[in-house]
């Protein structure tokens, strides 16, 4: 009996051996963050806790005839900290495009005109993402009626001439809004192009314009003028921009061209007593 007990005892820890010797799951640092979470071959996490963003929201807008569509959303309340986020860009369940950011905006670009596109933003932590924040936009830019809106043609800022003596504008390197280049305004100087329009309708001439940081708020003055001449005698239009320094902001004006077919753009420094940068003009 004794004997016999000995020998069962003896099972029991070869038992207890085998089963200490097996091979468990582990977890990383990162997945013991998770609430509920599992760790099996080929799907290491299978309840999570990765709070999703909310209070998505997008805006459309256009340089020229080029759209783009900001984003902005809320960071997720409790749960791990992610990594950063994803955006996707969607049209009629594709996905077409993706941006990822450690911030809780984002600007897409790429997209076609004239469409609504759904969005939808995740928050991830290393291979896992969260539900998402979705949202929808239309977008919608007008044919922009200008050449060479963003100065990536030629070596020179045609067809914009210098109020001085003519010659075209010369274009920049840095800072440019997009794109390998925008133009110089130097200061008290204006530069200028003639636009063959329709009559009696209305248009909205903009541009986004610069400063250097440290110099002030004022910026690019734009002026629409009725017919060929830099100093015709109807002004369509008129207006100072203002922004601050060293970051690129919208300017525009809209007028209605009444009798006139063709009309004069102008972009000047105005009140601005430093030099001033343009791209991405438009009329539309």
Not at 63 to 87: D, H, M
Not at 216 to 229: C, D, E, M, P, Q
């Amino acid at each position: 009996m004794v004997a016999g007990g000995r020998r069962r005892s003896a099972g029991c820890a070869a038992a207890t051996a085998v089963l200490a010797a097996a091979p468990l799951a582990t977890w990383s640092v990162a997945d013991a963050a998770f609430s509920g979470a599992t760790a099996n071959p080929g799907n290491r996490l299978a309840v999570g806790s990765l709070a999703a963003p909310t209070a998505l929201t997008l805006s459309a807008a256009c340089a020229g005839s080029t759209p783009s569509v900001n984003a902005a959303w809320t960071a997720g309340s409790g749960g791990s900290a992610p990594t950063g986020y994803r955006l996707q860009r969607q049209l009629s369940g594709a996905t077409q495009n993706t941006v990822q950011t450690a911030a809780t905006s984002a600007t897409d670009t790429g997209m076609a005109s004239g469409q609504t596109y759904t969005y939808r933003v995740f928050s991830y932590l290393s291979g896992w993402t969260s539900a998402a924040a979705t949202g929808t936009v239309a977008v919608s830019c007008a044919t922009n009626l200008l050449t060479n809106p963003g100065f990536e043609s030629g070596s020179d800022a045609a067809p914009w001439r210098l109020d001085t003596n003519g010659a075209f504008a010369q274009t920049v390197s840095s800072p440019v809004h997009q794109g390998a280049a925008a133009v110089r305004v130097p200061v008290s100087m204006q530069i200028y192009t003639s636009v063959t329009v329709a009559a009696n309708t209305s248009y909205t001439f903009s541009t986004w314009a610069y400063t250097a940081p440290g110099t002030g708020s004022t910026s690019a003055l734009l002026r629409v003028i009725s017919g060929a001449g830099l100093y015709g005698s109807t002004v369509l239009g008129s207006v100072q921009g203002s922004g601050t320094a060293g970051s690129w902001h919208q300017v525009s004006v809209t007028f209605n061209s009444g009798a006139a077919t063709t009309v004069t753009l102008a972009i000047g420094t105005g009140g601005a007593t430093y030099d001033v940068y343009a791209d991405d003009i438009s009329l539309a």
